[in-house]
């Protein structure tokens, strides 16, 4: 018997087999879960999209095209959502975006407007939004768990506005946690370590973040990204019922440092 036998839910942010939103789902569905997942539009990213999640073992999965930018597509996924699951127990939130001309040492001062708000729009604001339509699918309660990482908390060099967003997404999390508890929806982040995904491969010194968390974690090691995918089995099953509003480590133990 899995953990998550029966439970339905959506995820968020999978681009490839290298993005902590596959391995999540991967990890979910080991335990019984059932995952549908949205991508950007186009038959690009579906095509690769759906190809890493059936090379993964996720066989025909259920795909829904979304720019999490706009609200239409967000009540479309929504609408299908409800139409093919009729009720969900948990989301996922993995997405984030920052113009990469910004994400460079010594940048962060030289952010322009548009800059900073399409990053706090799609990394923090998104939360709101996809929790709003979610709670209408949660008649039972459920989980919503967003990704994080540490730069939220203190300045590494090269993250910039990314920091600045997702300092915004943990407070959007704990405020959505307080609203929603009435109805049984526990919202969490999961801060990751730094992984070798897409994304972060975009950010200025990326190759010293890794090395300098191999140098002064506890466990003397960067994480594997599955590691992440069995914290996010924990955080949409009932072994995290009473836990709501929290940000969860899964750093190899960096962020208790005082280095």
């Given at each position: 018997m899995g953990l998550l036998d029966g439970r339905k839910g959506l995820i968020f942010g999978v681009a490839n087999d290298r993005s902590i939103a596959y391995h999540i789902a991967r990890n979910l569905v080991e335990h019984g879960a059932t995952c549908g997942f949205s991508y950007l539009p186009g038959e690009k990213m579906e095509r690769r999209v759906r190809k890493t999640l059936e090379d993964g073992g996720l066989s025909n999965p259920w795909m829904f095209p979304c720019d999490v930018s706009k609200d239409e597509d967000l009540d479309r996924l929504f609408e299908a959502a409800r139409a093919e699951f009729d009720a969900l127990s948990f989301v996922v939130h993995s997405v984030a975006f920052a113009d990469r001309e910004y994400l460079k040492l010594g940048m962060f001062a030289e952010t322009p407007r548009a800059v900073f708000t399409q990053a706090l729009?799609?990394?923090?604001?998104?939360?709101?939004?996809?929790?709003?339509?979610?709670r209408g699918l949660m008649p039972n309660g459920g989980s919503i768990v967003a990704l994080s990482y540490y730069g939220a908390e203190k300045v590494v060099p090269g993250y910039n506005v990314m920091g600045v967003a997702k300092a915004a997404l943990e407070a959007v999390a704990r405020y959505l946690a307080a609203d929603l508890g009435r109805h049984n929806i526990r919202v969490n982040t999961l801060s990751a370590g730094p992984c070798r995904t897409l994304s972060a491969m975009a950010v200025g010194g990326i190759d010293e973040m890794?090395?300098?968390?191999?140098?002064?974690?506890?466990?003397?090691?960067?994480?594997?990204?599955?590691?992440?995918?069995?914290?996010?089995?924990?955080?949409?099953?009932?072994?995290?019922?009473?836990?709501t509003g929290e940000n969860v480590y899964v750093d190899a133990g960096y962020n208790v440092m005082g280095v």
């Amino acid at each position: 018997m899995g953990l998550l036998d029966g439970r339905k839910g959506l995820i968020f942010g999978v681009a490839n087999d290298r993005s902590i939103a596959y391995h999540i789902a991967r990890n979910l569905v080991e335990h019984g879960a059932t995952c549908g997942f949205s991508y950007l539009p186009g038959e690009k990213m579906e095509r690769r999209v759906r190809k890493t999640l059936e090379d993964g073992g996720l066989s025909n999965p259920w795909m829904f095209p979304c720019d999490v930018s706009k609200d239409e597509d967000l009540d479309r996924l929504f609408e299908a959502a409800r139409a093919e699951f009729d009720a969900l127990s948990f989301v996922v939130h993995s997405v984030a975006f920052a113009d990469r001309e910004y994400l460079k040492l010594g940048m962060f001062a030289e952010t322009p407007r548009a800059v900073f708000t399409q990053a706090l729009d799609i990394s923090a604001y998104t939360l709101i939004a996809i929790a709003q339509r979610a709670r209408g699918l949660m008649p039972n309660g459920g989980s919503i768990v967003a990704l994080s990482y540490y730069g939220a908390e203190k300045v590494v060099p090269g993250y910039n506005v990314m920091g600045v967003a997702k300092a915004a997404l943990e407070a959007v999390a704990r405020y959505l946690a307080a609203d929603l508890g009435r109805h049984n929806i526990r919202v969490n982040t999961l801060s990751a370590g730094p992984c070798r995904t897409l994304s972060a491969m975009a950010v200025g010194g990326i190759d010293e973040m890794f090395e300098w968390v191999e140098r002064k974690a506890p466990l003397c090691r960067n994480i594997e990204t599955d590691e992440v995918g069995k914290t996010a089995v924990y955080l949409c099953s009932d072994l995290s019922s009473g836990v709501t509003g929290e940000n969860v480590y899964v750093d190899a133990g960096y962020n208790v440092m005082g280095v």
